[in-house]
């Protein structure tokens, strides 16, 4: 049985956070499926102010990073949850010829009855959004334009280096901005749901809270668990693969090339990829991550990487810290 990184994070904690996260993921796919057409730096400037406690008042955020704590401070709970946001300005030259994600995420814990406990792990994070078909509608065909297979590469090396180094697994990820899947085709639609479906049905085995959080939706048909949302995290190893193999199909000579919706639904686990289950599963109960000081140094604090060699490295365009805490300091 995996033990949990917050070992107090209970099935109710762990349903506060999903809710939360949730309810950002859907008011910023909303704004896709309105024709917006913002680019990946104005989507992931949103989504910091959808996080942020102050920023979220600009918008009908239903269930705020308040209500997440007062709802977190019932039946006895120890967690408290707070976010910071940071900016770092780049000139054009450095953001074209060095290597910098479009947001930096850490998780701090820190457990104050028994600090043993405590820990962070820091992710990058690479943004694309999804473009319209030409007829202005999104649908499997819709491929993900701005992907840059330099900047894939040069971000894939810096992964390798520090999961060699050992600091951790994961340490650079896609997050993939789409509108909510309930606007694509119908069919497509209950492709995504077959396919999910199928999945629950093999997959019996599961961690406790997770396998309670799940089958709680599932009970009550939460639609919304997939197709109201639009944010999808990928692992560098897929959206590389998803790359070749867009290659091939294309009538370019590029190795790595753009790739669509329907490859991507079709090769991750659309309920396990969403910014929800990023944050609550993957980071706070699994580990996702990585937690030595240098890559931490670089995403939070815009420190210069002593690991990573002669790869030239800038930190991350937004810095996101979620800070959690158990007891009282």
Not at 207 to 229: F, M, N, P, W
Request: proline share 3%.
């Amino acid at each position: 049985m995996h033990f949990p990184q917050i070992p107090v994070l209970r099935p109710y904690e762990a349903q506060c956070f999903s809710k939360y996260f949730k309810c950002v993921d859907m008011l910023l796919a909303k704004r896709l499926s309105l024709g917006f057409l913002s680019d990946e730096e104005h989507l992931t400037s949103i989504l910091c102010e959808l996080l942020d406690e102050d920023g979220s008042q600009l918008h009908h955020l239903t269930y705020s990073l308040s209500d997440l704590n007062n709802d977190l401070k019932q039946n006895c709970g120890l967690l408290q949850a707070d976010v910071s946001i940071s900016t770092s300005d780049y000139n054009k030259y450095q953001e074209r010829h060095f290597t910098q994600s479009d947001l930096g995420i850490v998780l701090e814990y820190k457990d104050y009855i028994e600090r043993d406990y405590s820990f962070s792990r820091g992710v990058l994070i690479q943004a694309k959004k999804l473009f319209p078909s030409q007829n202005s509608d999104y649908n499997f065909n819709s491929k993900y334009e701005s992907f840059d297979s330099e900047q894939h590469e040069r971000l894939e090396k810096l992964n390798q280096i520090y999961v060699e180094k050992g600091c951790g697994s994961e340490c650079v990820k896609y997050l993939m901005y789409n509108p909510p899947l309930e606007i694509i085709p119908k069919n497509e639609q209950q492709k995504i749901l077959h396919k999910e479906m199928v999945r629950d049905a093999i997959t019996s085995q599961l961690y406790c809270t997770l396998g309670l959080h799940r089958y709680k939706e599932l009970i009550e048909s939460d639609k919304a668990s997939i197709l109201s949302l639009g944010c999808l995290f990928a692992s560098i190893e897929d959206v590389h693969v998803l790359a070749i193999q867009a290659g091939r199909d294309s009538r370019t000579q590029k190795s790595l090339y753009e790739f669509n919706l329907g490859a991507l639904v079709d090769a991750i686990n659309v309920y396990q990829s969403s910014l929800s289950w990023f944050f609550v599963f993957d980071l706070m109960m699994k580990g996702v991550g990585c937690s030595c000081e240098d890559f931490l140094d670089l995403v939070s604090s815009g420190r210069q990487s002593r690991i990573v060699g002669n790869l030239e490295v800038i930190p991350p365009k937004y810095s996101i810290k979620l800070k959690i805490t158990a007891g009282f300091g």
